[in-house]
C-alpha cells in the first residue's frame, strides 16, 4: 500500500509473534475523499508478505469494525490481537514526520 499526496496513514496494527507462521498485521490509509483503504496481510517469519484481504470502509471511524472482526477471528484460532504498531515516519527527504496517524 502507497501513501498518495493528500492521503494520510489512517492506522497500523500488528499481533505479536505467532510461532510457525509470523505475525499479522494491518494498515489503513485515509484517502482524501475521507473513505479509507486498508490492507490486513501475514508477514511470515521468512519476510514474505501474503495479502489475506483488502478493502474500504466508509469512513476512519469504521476502521474499528475491521479491527474488532479481525482480531476475534485471530483470537479464535492463535489467542492474540492486534494493537497499535509503533513506527517513524519520513517524509521523502529524509525528514522526521511527527503528523496525525493512530
Not at 494491518?26 to 490492507?39: F, H, N, R, Y
Not at 474499528?64 to 482480531?71: A, E, G, R, S
Not at 504498531?85 to 511527527?98: I, N, P, R, V
Request: aromatic letters at 8%; glycine letters at 10%.
Amino acid at each position: 500500500m502507497h501513501v498518495e499526496h493528500g492521503e494520510e496513514i489512517a492506522g497500523m496494527w500488528v499481533s505479536p509473534h505467532v510461532p510457525g507462521i509470523g505475525v499479522y498485521k494491518l494498515m489503513a490509509k485515509k484517502q482524501q475523499d475521507g473513505t479509507c483503504e486498508w490492507v490486513h496481510f501475514q508477514q511470515r517469519e521468512d519476510g514474505t508478505k501474503k495479502v489475506l484481504f483488502r478493502g474500504n470502509v466508509e469512513s476512519v471511524e469504521r476502521l474499528k469494525d475491521v479491527l474488532d472482526t479481525t482480531n476475534k477471528t485471530l483470537a479464535r484460532i492463535y489467542g492474540v490481537s492486534m494493537l497499535v504498531a509503533e513506527f517513524d515516519t519520513y517524509t521523502l527527504d529524509g525528514e522526521k514526520y511527527d503528523g496525525p496517524a493512530q
